[in-house]
């Protein structure tokens, strides 16, 4: 009995450091592609001449994932024309994908990117989308940078953990 005990402690102590690698891998993955579309929905501002509902629209066709979906009904609501705000419609649509592993930090620049797009000229929302895209790039280079160590350590912590209670424990 203790050692079935001592196996279910150490295989799941071993499966949270798993589980905290995966996170990470998958913050990355998702601000790449996040990133990806913020140069979309650039190219469709700047060169598609288009209303932000359509450039909204194309770029989520184009980038599809969780954020296109956004992307998408973002621009759905835009086009319902009911007098809600763009920055409304933008951060209930990001909250909308609080399920995705991003920390707080991310989900405030998101949020922020709403505020900010939509009512200015298109120099001033340039600015803007190559602000958020810098940013972008500053935390996907940290998470680059750091993915390998940060994914051992992750492991190597649960499986060391699952042991030490293991022992403590028996």
């Known amino acids: 009995m203790k050692a079935a005990g001592a196996l279910c402690i150490c295989l799941g102590a071993a499966g949270?450091?798993?589980?905290?690698?995966?996170?990470?891998?998958?913050?990355?993955?998702?601000?790449?592609?996040?990133?990806?579309?913020?140069?979309?929905?650039?190219?469709?501002?700047?060169?598609?001449?288009?209303t932000l509902a359509e450039a909204l629209s194309q770029s989520g066709r184009k980038g599809g994932g969780p954020f296109g979906e956004m992307f998408q009904r973002a621009a759905e609501r835009l086009n319902l024309r009911d007098g809600t705000l763009f920055s409304r419609?933008?951060?209930?649509?990001?909250?909308?994908?609080?399920?995705?592993?991003l920390v707080p930090e991310d989900w405030e620049q998101l949020k922020g990117l709403g505020e900010s797009l939509g009512y200015l000229d298109l120099e001033m929302q340039e600015r803007t989308l190559l602000l958020y895209i810098e940013q972008l790039d500053e935390t996907i280079g940290y998470l680059k940078e750091h993915k390998r160590e940060k994914c051992r350590l992750y492991m190597s912590l649960g499986i060391m953990g699952g042991l030490f209670l293991t022992i403590a424990f028996l």
């Open 16 to 50: 949270l450091g798993w589980q905290l690698a995966f996170v990470w891998k998958q913050r990355l993955d998702l601000l790449v592609a996040l990133r990806q579309l913020i140069y979309y929905l650039k190219g469709e501002i700047l060169y598609g001449h288009g």
């Open 89 to 101: 419609i933008w951060k209930e649509e990001a909250e909308g994908l609080a399920y995705l592993p």
